[in-house]
């Protein structure tokens, strides 16, 4: 069983930067086939998937709506990092930390889940 605690969210001014971060409570090896991703979800809207890095290539993927301002990375310790710059109105959502198996961008092929932090960007 992986556990995953996010923070780092907080409110900010658009265009300003914020840094999440997302501690695994299990050591995952550094060879091993995984995936870890970020997801965000405003009320009432759909889970986007925002960023995704797999392990142990390090291959980053990111939805076109933050490419460019946002990075993921990882270290050796498991955690995994969100670099938000440029932050915009329209980025104010729950960000959720996410494990599994398969780098997809859909939130169903992710199996461990943080609880989310909040991120408000204001105008």
């Known amino acids: 069983q992986v556990q995953l605690v996010e923070s780092g969210g907080g409110s900010v001014q658009a265009g300003g930067s914020l840094r999440l971060s997302c501690a695994a409570s299990v050591y995952i090896p550094a060879s091993s086939s995984y995936c870890m991703g970020w997801f965000r979800q405003v009320p009432g809207k759909e889970r986007e998937g925002v960023a995704r890095?797999?392990?142990?290539?390090?291959?980053t993927f990111y939805a076109d709506s933050v490419k460019g301002r946002f990075t993921i990375s990882r270290d050796n310790s498991n955690n995994v990092y969100l670099e938000m710059n440029s932050l915009k109105p329209e980025d104010t959502a729950m960000y959720s930390c996410a494990a599994g198996p398969y780098c997809s961008p859909l939130s169903a092929a992710f199996t461990y889940w943080g609880q989310g932090t909040q991120v408000t960007v204001s105008s």
């Open positions: 890095i797999y392990r142990p290539s390090g291959d």
